[in-house]
């Protein structure tokens, strides 16, 4: 199945300070999506994108489309303490029957801690 | 309203048990899912029923049974399961299932088969 590559694994840093984090494919994708998930919860959908050099933003969340449609990127400015959680993308390859029919593909996560 | 609820919030069963969990979106989503998630993983697809028909199933042991008895309710009935099956189990839906459709996550159930 699709590999997606997410980086980095795990982040700790002061509150205040900006996060970033992406996602890498091996293949062609037409849909991105980043969700946070807090423990014990099902993950929340936080942004969408659906086209290369898409630039969304959701608060003090920004997530961009990569030109290569391969990647996407996902930052977090002025980090709070409820930021806390972990950071999933997802995605759908370009011609992937799977993904017609349903199926998302996961990264494995960022572990995002942040200290006050 | 953009909420999927899931019942129950935690179930506790032996292998011989047979229970179900419950899924509910008003949405008007076409398309539901069910994931199955461990600690700190990614959720892995489970089944995905769309317009109330099953799309995919992927190689799921059959002692998970889903149904889906109308466009907004989705089951899954257990049956004999194993310890390694506890994990938390996670519903979706989108408005469809193709591509340009954001999956809404439900809170999940925290399942522990002893």
């Known amino acids: 199945g699709q590999q997606l590559n997410q980086s980095p694994q795990s982040m700790f840093i002061q509150e205040g300070e900006d996060v970033s984090m992406n996602c890498t494919s091996s293949s062609i994708f037409n849909t991105w999506l980043w969700y946070k998930q807090d423990p014990g919860e099902g993950p929340v959908l936080l942004i969408a994108l659906y086209k290369a050099g898409e630039l969304t933003s959701n608060g003090r969340l920004t997530a961009q489309f990569g030109i290569t449609r391969k990647d996407s990127f996902l930052n977090i400015s002025a980090s709070i303490p409820s930021d806390v959680g972990i950071y999933f993308c997802a995605g759908k390859p370009v011609r992937d029957r799977g993904s017609t029919l349903g199926r998302l593909y996961f990264g494995r996560g960022t572990q995002l801690t942040v200290w006050p | 309203d953009t909420e999927v609820t899931q019942t129950p919030k935690h179930l506790v069963m032996g292998m011989t048990n047979k229970k179900s969990l419950k899924c509910e979106q008003h949405?008007?989503?076409?398309?539901m899912y069910w994931y199955k998630q461990k600690a700190k993983k990614p959720p892995e697809l489970m089944f995905v029923?769309?317009?109330?028909?099953?799309?995919i199933n992927e190689s799921v042991p059959s002692r998970f049974s889903p149904e889906c008895p109308n466009s907004s309710l989705l089951n899954l009935h257990l049956h004999a399961l194993q310890p390694e099956d506890s994990a938390l189990y996670l519903c979706?839906?989108?408005?469809?299932?193709?591509?340009?459709?954001?999956?809404?996550f439900g809170p999940g159930t925290r399942l522990t088969v002893l």
């Open positions: 029923y769309s317009y109330e028909k099953l799309s």
């Open positions: 979706a839906s989108s408005e469809l299932a193709g591509r340009r459709n954001e999956q809404f």
């Open positions: 949405m008007g989503h076409r398309a």
